[in-house]
């Protein structure tokens, strides 16, 4: 497929000091702050600098970066961005253009693909299969604080979920792998079953960003740490997605948006081997685990987004 990853995310947020002392104890290892400190970067171990936090009025994403390997693929995007009625900003390396339903500026860039070394971990014991011989299994023995590997996906509300939708998919080139009919498309541009899920909102908002880590392990390890500081951080977890198929915990910023570590993803590497699924029932959010909270369905701070998106 053309399009290959997310390259780096923009998060508005009010309080931006704060944070960014969160996603440093989240495991992303800071870059920079800019000379007005209004803007904080931090990067992933094998993805580079994926994340750039920005002073804004509310919590909202501002930018979503999309590789690419050639500018034939840009000029591709663009003329599709055109066929849409949308106004496109072109350089020698990158298209520019907003979705009007999320609000979110997309930057469609040539971009590295990125190259992971495999876990180097052993493999888990099991009935009739022993691995892992005479040994303590990592997972109890590791130290030092978890590392997000990647940024994953990223999920965000549209008001006009429909129109956002036809965006990603007939103008960027994003293609569908499952769909919650009538809500939710979850989407992708890489071969991990999803990096953009687009769910039906009343404002424009980011509902969660998602980092890949080692494996479950790291996960628990993520959370345990995460929590010893914060025990309010906590919003959704352990568990494991029907849809996608990875273990998840999710947490929230201070901010109010919802972060997620998550391991052993679905990896679609032939599209005429998969078929999109729709999905109505509580599958839909997930196979094992607690139930999901209220809050993480419809946030705490909905509507204070939406009075200050739509002010009287």
């Avoid at 944070?19 to 920079?32: H, I, M, R, S, V």
């Avoid at 803007?39 to 994403?61: I, N, V, Y």
């Avoid at 007939?170 to 979850?186: H, M, N, T, Y």
Wanted: glycine letters at 8%.
């Amino acid at each position: 497929m053309p399009l290959h990853r997310l390259t780096r995310i923009t998060i508005g947020v009010p309080n931006l000091a704060e944070t960014a002392a969160y996603y440093e104890d989240f495991g992303l290892t800071p870059t920079g702050t800019s000379a007005d400190a209004r803007a904080s970067t931090f990067a992933t171990a094998d993805g580079g600098e994926q994340l750039k936090l920005a002073a804004a009025a509310r919590r909202r994403l501002l930018e979503l970066g999309i590789g690419v390997d050639d500018p034939d693929d840009l000029n591709r995007i663009a003329a599709n961005v055109t066929a849409l009625g949308l106004e496109v900003t072109r350089t020698d390396t990158s298209v520019q253009v907003t979705d009007p339903g999320t609000d979110v500026r997309v930057n469609v860039e040539i971009a590295a693909r990125i190259r992971q070394k495999p876990a180097l971990w052993p493999g888990f014991n099991g009935p009739g299969a022993t691995v892992r011989a005479t040994k303590r299994a990592p997972g109890v023995l590791r130290v030092g604080p978890v590392r997000p590997r990647k940024l994953g996906h990223v999920v965000v509300g549209s008001t006009d979920q429909e129109s956002s939708h036809r965006f990603f998919t007939e103008a960027i080139g994003f293609k569908v792998s499952d769909r919650i009919p009538g809500v939710a498309a979850f989407m992708r541009c890489s071969t991990d079953h999803h990096n953009v899920m687009i769910q039906r909102a009343p404002v424009t908002m980011l509902h969660h960003t998602s980092w890949q880590v080692e494996d479950v392990d790291e996960i628990g390890r993520g959370a345990t740490a995460l929590l010893d500081k914060d025990p309010g951080r906590h919003v959704w977890g352990l568990g494991r997605h029907h849809v996608g198929s990875n273990f998840f915990w999710y947490f929230k910023d201070p901010a109010g948006n919802f972060s997620e570590y998550y391991s052993d993803m679905d990896c679609i590497l032939d599209d005429a081997l998969w078929k999109a699924g729709d999905w109505t029932d509580s599958r839909a959010l997930y196979s094992w685990g607690p139930p999901p909270p209220p809050s993480f369905i419809n946030p705490e701070d909905l509507a204070g987004m939406m009075a200050s998106a739509h002010p009287a």
